[in-house]
């Protein structure tokens, strides 16, 4: 074992018996060069670069620049945290950083500049999951949430209803059975003509069309599953098929496409709730963000007498905040990593096997 690794576990030790620690949180999984200190689920400061207008021209984010991009700008990212929140690099206790799932390239941006700070700083580092910092990121506002409870995970690459237990113990309900819902929206868009990314666009161009002016199929899964292919397919076709007969107005058909995305997903989260008994609901992830999903969950949660949570938009999105949180859990419940961690693009939630 390394003088490093020793001293880490050492101090990590200590960290976790007085219950906190003043981390320094990076996230670099995508096109957002993240960074924020944190004192438990309390953010003293974010500090956020996002590359949209990098990448929307190409209509996606291009691996190759993002990862260039996270390299220009992650010592600065990380400086502008450390100044709001008015502490240096010496007073952080903690390193916590992103290591999968996301791009590898942006990943290992993030991945290598945590492992040389804290063996500079000689402090411990954290492997963080994206997705779980997705989840955590309830915590920040909400005090009073506290496991066990259900939450409903949108983003581009996952549609999870997960129940969590306790503190870092996940157990997965109900997944899409092929693509993600913030996929869905972002060929939506594309069909639409809309910039990227496209889910924002979806759901500011549906605000003032009609959502049952063109019925799209809603998708038969058994249990708690999801399916989206279906229905993009289903909106290409019936975009195509209007263009030839006059035309349609594009906020309906964005509407429609929402509506039947949004009674999909608040469906399926419900019933889980219910069948299991949480008295709780929670969202995360970006698709979280969309404003007739958020409606529709909050709506059906009062009906059903469940308690609603969602973070603020601003950590619906990719941010440090919720790799913060999720380091805050981490510190009772993992051993730091060592020098030796990698990026790991296709990482899985650490959950108890699918019902």
């Known amino acids: 074992m390394s003088s490093y690794y020793a001293n880490a576990q050492k101090k990590a030790k200590i960290l976790k018996e007085r219950g906190e ?63 709001k929140a008015n502490v240096t690099l010496n007073d952080i206790e903690a390193i916590a950083v992103t290591y999968g799932p996301g791009l590898v390239g942006a990943l290992l941006c993030g991945v290598s500049y945590a492992k040389a700070l804290a063996y500079a700083l000689d402090i411990p580092l954290f492997a963080i999951n994206h997705i779980e910092g997705h989840i955590c990121a309830n915590y920040v506002e909400h005090e009073w949430l506290k496991p066990p409870f259900m939450c409903l995970v949108v983003s581009g690459g996952h549609s999870h209803i997960v129940n969590i237990s306790e503190h870092g ?35 500011k161009l549906s605000k003032g069309g009609d959502p049952e002016k063109f019925p799209l199929p809603m998708p038969r899964v058994e249990g708690y599953g999801y399916s989206f292919s279906g229905l993009k397919t289903a909106m290409l076709q019936t975009a195509q098929r209007l263009e030839k007969t006059g035309g349609y107005e594009k906020k309906d058909a964005a509407a429609s496409f929402q509506n039947c995305v949004t009674k999909q997903l608040t469906g399926k989260a419900i019933q ?74 296709s990482l899985r939630l650490n959950m108890i096997e699918h019902i």
């Open 21 to 83: 620690a003043l981390f320094l949180a990076i996230e670099t999984s995508c096109d957002e060069t993240a960074a924020a200190v944190m004192r438990g689920f309390k953010p003293l400061s974010s500090a956020v670069h996002t590359q949209i207008d990098i990448h929307k021209k190409y209509g996606g984010v291009v691996p190759e620049i993002a990862s260039r991009n996270h390299v220009q700008m992650i010592d600065i990212v990380v400086k502008d945290a450390l100044d």
């Open 169 to 203: 113990v996940y157990r997965l309900i109900g997944k899409t059975r092929d693509d993600a819902a913030g996929e869905a929206f972002d060929k939506a868009a594309r069909v639409l003509g809309l910039p990227y990314p496209g889910g924002p666009e979806v759901d």
């Open 272 to 345: 889980a709730a219910l069948d299991f008994g949480a008295s709780t609901l929670a969202v995360a992830g970006g698709v979280a963000a969309n404003s007739a999903l958020r409606n529709s969950l909050e709506k059906e949660c009062e009906k059903h007498g469940i308690k609603f949570c969602a973070p603020s938009l601003k950590y619906c999105t990719d941010n440090a905040v919720m790799i913060g949180a999720a380091a805050n859990i981490a510190l009772q419940n993992q051993l730091p990593a060592d020098l030796s961690l990698n990026a790991e693009p």
